[in-house]
């Protein structure tokens, strides 16, 4: 069974950072390419970053460059996003998705939320 769990997400001040986690199960994850989502209210999921199957190259929209950072670790099944300089913009659920040849996996999102 694919499981995608994501986690680290919650509430934090403008100017804050977070480090988000997604664990995956169930599929061959380094063979996976990886990225994070997001979606705000009343707003499409959009892209945020992404990383290859060995971690070896990373992309972002620009208005993350700088402030987030994503990257894995194969041996624990697990890819993370840190984000630093937080703003309430950046609120949404951020979720992780795996991609291979035509398969995507999604998991069920982690809320996080920028407010004083």
């Known amino acids: 069974q694919v499981r995608l769990v994501e986690s680290g997400g919650g509430l934090v001040q403008p100017g804050g950072s977070l480090r988000l986690s997604c664990a995956a199960s169930?599929?061959?994850?380094?063979?996976?390419?990886m990225a994070w989502y997001r979606q705000a209210p009343g707003k499409e999921r959009e892209l945020v970053a992404g990383?290859?199957?060995?971690?070896?190259?990373?992309s972002y929209v620009d208005s993350m460059k700088g402030r987030f950072t994503v990257s894995r670790d194969n041996a624990k099944n697990t890819v993370y996003l840190q984000m630093n300089s937080l703003t309430p913009e950046d609120t949404a659920v951020y979720y992780c998705?795996?991609?291979?040849?035509?398969?995507?996996?999604w998991g069920q999102g982690t809320q996080v939320t920028v407010s004083s």
């Open positions: 998705n795996a991609a291979r040849f035509g398969r995507d996996y």
């Open positions: 990383i290859t199957s060995a971690g070896a190259s990373t």
């Open positions: 169930g599929f061959a994850f380094s063979r996976y390419a």
